[in-house]
């Protein structure tokens, strides 16, 4: 048929990869149930870390995984006729866009796959979020708030005075499970005794470390005033951006205080044999955004048990001194 060749192509340039879990199995043939795993950010380490995680439940439960990085909505849609051509029974997925939501529903559908998403929730043709489709996030707003009151007990333990004092929340509010971090964040601090007017946005136009650098450098450039520096955003991506903005104006580590959310993309800042702004994170659970995710996604398909439809995930404080323990113990590192 004239379609055929294209996808073919399509399917070959996507360079999907197929994970592990495949041995002895040959496609659909196997009898063995073949799943995909999704992702927005693929080069985050937050994401390779819930790959590594469902490969560990596909080996434990003897499945097959296909892990796709998917950056934009035509990727994504050619990503699941992609897994339906591989004759997938279904996916996880963390979209580029949540407004894709419907889109993707209605086309897993039509082509019989079940659907997980994880961490960024699809948004319906309504604006309110797809509670129908499983979904499996961070509580969003606690996190911020964790993030807020660790802002300020490390600032109180510093001693800072208030003045001379400001937050730079790097927002990206197109996301509803970043805009509710950044808004814990702020809500905490104020709660605290933080002011509000010193608290500034800066909004990120890339959810990553270019768009909060750029963000950051230019809050910075707005208020030569500021002496010292809070700093909170969406991920661990969004404040190592700003904190690298505050060194490029020669800020001391000493005068930054930096904590991202994930714990698993600041490693390497942890690891730098003297400090940087960069001071603390929340660790994420990416065992159960990954592995917890797609092997309820598996019990679906193969013993018909339906996934809960909304469940929410927690954090862990970790900092230069804690993060070895931490990821240690939390089954992250060996
Ligand atoms: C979003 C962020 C990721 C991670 C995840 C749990 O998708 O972009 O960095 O924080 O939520």
Redesign the pocket.
Known sequence: MFWAAPLLLLVAIMGCDRGSGSSGSSGSGGGRVKLGFIV??PE?P??QLEWKFAEQAAQKDGFDLVKIGAPDGDKVLSAIDNLASQQAKGFVI?TPDTRLGPAIVSQARQRGLKLIS???QFIGTDGKPMTDVPYL??SARKIGNQVGQALWDEMKKRGWPLEGTAVCVVT?DE?D??RE?TEGASEALAAAGFPRDRMYPAPQKT?DVPGALDAGAVLLTQHPEVKRWLICG????AVMGAVRATEGRQFRPEDVIGIG??GT?CISEFEKATPTGFFASVL?TPKK?GGDTIEMLYRWVKDGQEPPKDTRTTGILIDRSSFRQVLREQGITG
């Open positions: 927005k950010q985050e937050w994401f963390c994880v961490d960024d996030g961070i990206f996301l499970t970043a971090r959810s969406t991920n661990d991506s959310i994930n993309d994420l955004h």
